[in-house]
């Protein structure tokens, strides 16, 4: 929610409790015949620079490393991990490229000093690849804010299709961005929440388990998302999904 002494303008009110909201969330059914345990690794306000991010990336595909070499040696196969990717947050068009903005950007001067500590969406895009090695990975983005990113009383461009475009195609990734084209993202003191964290919470509940078997797939998840987010936010927004996989997803919070 807090962008540092050097973005003032960007700060959010509740960007730090969507990832947060959302750890707890999938933390409350731990163990299940679905996934043996849950890691989370949440980085809010300070604690969120492009440097602890892809440190995070990077020390989440060493213990997937690790994990598969142990299962490799104990000859044993767990279920196939399921790897979030969260963000939550600003994001802008810079020179054609598009950027997430993490804590510490510099908003100060020009667009490009946000280019330095920004996160160019190719690289999230190697990273995510290298951890759908090692198991599904589900990507959900709130980086298309309400009030866009400001530079020197300037506002900067935002566009959520092409933040999607520039990451499709993965395989074994699912992608979420929380609104589509031009579109924007909104938060509210009713849920001290995003919509769109809202919208994911609720879809992670029994209201989405069609089947009734305590068990979301893609599909369940990704319908009561969308209807979900439509309400919400007065169809203000829209997800926009690419499926690379179809198994079954989450289990049910009851």
Known sequence: STYGPNARALDLDYAHKDALDLGKAL?????????W??????????????????RGLKDLTKRLQKNKAEERAKDAERPQN??????????AEIDGDFYLLPHDVN???????????????????????????YGRVVVMLDACRSGNA?????????????????????????????????????ESSD?????FTEAVLRALTTQADNTGDGILDVTEFAGHLANGLRSISGN????????RFVKPLFVVNR
């Open 236 to 243: 203000r927004q829209e997800i926009q999904p690419d499926f």
């Open 37 to 54: 345990n849950v890691f989370d690794q949440p980085l809010t306000n300070a604690g969120a620079t492009r440097r602890d991010i892809f």
């Open 191 to 195: 849920y001290q929440n995003g919509f």
């Open 82 to 91: 399921l790897i979030i990717f969260y963000f939550s947050g600003h994001g």
């Open 27 to 35: 933390k409350s059914n731990a163990k299940s015949d679905l996934y």
């Open 107 to 133: 908003a100060r001067q020009d667009a490009i000093e946000l280019t330095d500590k920004g996160i160019h969406v190719g690289r999230l895009r190697s990273e995510i690849a290298r951890l759908a090695k």
């Open 150 to 186: 400001t530079v020197a009383g300037s506002t900067l461009p935002v566009n959520a299709g092409r933040l999607h475009d520039a990451l499709r195609g993965l395989d074994n990734v699912l992608i979420f961005t929380s609104s589509s084209g031009a579109g924007l993202s909104y």
